[in-house]
């Protein structure tokens, strides 16, 4: 049995480390704050196609690839862990306020179809038929059943159980590069989110901290109910999204670029807020129970880096907005380069000529 240090322990690192156990290793997941960070803040949307935008395509065939292990994934995982990694199965809807919303949408719309991905496109009162919730400033907008969300809470709660019952060992300590008690290990893999580039030459300058600002709702009694679906909106051409949970909401998200600050600020939350309740106006009688910020890794071309640096080591970061969808296909791909395969040249770190011997 070969070893292999799991360098993270957020919704990437989990996945990968008990796919990686399942197919044989003996895996060590180093994290000094497991199942956190940005994983733990997410909205937890599976949601390729309404964040598809012209220029991405290469990133849209990623996430629905991803998108269609979702449900089989989320099966097995529960079974594994004897516990329900979180997946809902409702689909989305996408809300436009202004007629500048509604063109943005349509262009959308226009540019999924080309790909052969058509969505439905619906009026305000028809989109209210589906989510009674959204208010009269919804002039329009998209429906995308096939775009799920899931519980990231719970996800990572199953990831952690599944994982440990598969045999990975968690240490809830950091590492670094070179350090004495893994200089044994066969292999080891890098998934430290938007730390990673601290943690091998080949990563300097590839990810970096985008800090994402989300809010938690919580529904209260007599309020209107919480939708079905996950609503996504554009105000005023501003994006902002309210995921379902158990007895709330998650609403976000910001993106800012202030190196790892990870601190919500006042305007972030008025921000948020006064969007949300465009949208969904029943929300101003929620009560607001969290508001976090976390680290999106980013990439130079928001395309996840996910391959090999050198003989020894192994990257999976870089995945942006898109860590949840992309975790069933990262961690696949993971396995598969293990046991001697490759990667696709849209993720390989080759495409920056970043890769080592």
């Not at 199965?89 to 080309?114: F, I, K, M, N, Q």
């Not at 670094?176 to 091998?200: K, R």
């Amino acid at each position: 049995m070969e070893d292999l240090v799991v360098v993270g322990g957020g919704v990437i690192g989990l996945s990968c480390a008990w796919r990686a156990a399942q197919a044989g290793w003996h895996v060590t997941l180093r994290d000094p704050a497991p199942a956190s960070g940005s994983s733990w803040v997410a909205g937890g949307m599976l949601a390729p196609v309404t964040e598809a935008w012209p220029g991405e395509e290469g990133l849209l065939e990623l996430g629905l690839s991803s998108l269609e292990l979702w449900p089989g994934f989320a099966e097995e995982l529960s079974a594994a862990a004897g516990q329900p990694a979180g997946l809902h199965p409702e689909g989305t809807v996408v809300a436009a306020t202004g007629s500048g919303d509604r063109a943005e949408l349509d262009a959308l719309a226009t540019h999924l179809a080309r790909l052969g991905r058509p969505v439905e496109r619906l009026s305000g009162r028809e989109l209210r038929r589906l989510e009674p919730g959204l208010g009269p400033d919804v002039r329009g907008g998209l429906s995308v059943p096939g775009d799920l969300s899931v519980d990231n809470r719970a996800l990572l709660a199953a990831l952690r159980a599944a994982a440990e019952k598969a045999g990975v060992a968690v240490v809830e300590r950091a590492w670094a590069p070179g350090e004495t008690a893994d200089d044994a290990a066969g292999t080891v893999l890098i998934c430290a989110g938007a730390h990673s580039a601290s943690l091998h030459p080949g990563l300097a300058g590839l990810v970096r901290p985008v800090k994402g600002e989300i809010l938690r709702l919580t529904h209260r009694h007599g309020a209107f109910p919480v939708p079905t679906r996950t609503v996504r909106a554009l105000v005023d051409g501003r994006p902002v999204y309210l995921v379902p949970r158990p007895g709330g909401l998650v609403v976000g998200a910001t993106q800012s670029e202030h190196g790892f600050d990870t601190e919500p600020t006042v305007g972030g939350v008025r921000d948020l807020l006064r969007d949300a309740e465009r949208i969904l106006p029943g929300i101003a009688e929620y009560t607001l129970a969290e508001a976090a910020a976390g680290l999106r890794p980013g990439s130079p071309d928001n395309v996840p880096v996910l391959g090999r640096l050198d003989g020894r080591t192994l990257v999976a970061t870089g995945h942006s907005r898109n860590g949840i969808l992309l975790a069933p296909l990262t961690a696949r791909l993971v396995v598969g380069l293990l046991e001697g395969g490759s990667v696709p040249a849209t993720v390989d770190p080759a495409r920056f000529g970043r890769t080592g011997t």
